[in-house]
């Protein structure tokens, strides 16, 4: 499952690097933002959060969000750099490594942003009763 949902990520940043659209599901992923990733810009960024603000809900989605594209943006450099001297199911292989971590962040960064909906779906309820 790491494996398939790894290449949808790698194959739909192609897809978006051509110009093609993307799947409904990771549009908020590839969307808004995401070029400065593509182009690199990004490497040395890091985060700096106050030590009261670094539980807060939007600053979690925000470093999972960065490290989740980081992730996905490196295993499709990697696949790119194989696929130059490799055919392309050896470039899979070789780079699954990343692409698994990438899958991985994305499920973690996935589960952390439905968690944020529930609970402040169930503080809006409690707060009008």
């Known amino acids: 499952m790491w494996q398939q949902l790894g290449r949808f990520l790698v194959k739909s940043v192609q897809a978006l690097e051509a110009g093609k659209p993307v799947a409904p599901e990771i549009e908020s992923l590839l969307g808004e933002g995401f070029e400065v990733y593509l182009r690199g810009e990004n490497a040395n960024t890091k985060y700096a959060v106050e030590e009261k603000e670094l539980l807060a809900h939007s600053s979690l989605l ?5 490290r989740t594209r980081h992730l996905i943006v490196a295993a499709c450099r990697t696949f790119e750099q194989h696929l130059k ?5 050896d470039a899979w292989n070789a780079s699954m490594m990343p692409i698994i971590s990438a899958a991985n962040a ?12 529930r609970v402040s779906a169930i503080a809006t309820t409690e707060s009008t009763i």
Do not use: K
């Not at 925000?62 to 960065?66: D, G, N, Q, T, V």
């Open 106 to 117: 994305h499920t973690e960064y996935l589960v952390l942003q439905s968690f944020h909906v």
């Open 85 to 89: 001297n490799s055919q392309i199911a």
């Open 62 to 66: 925000s470093i999972f969000l960065h």
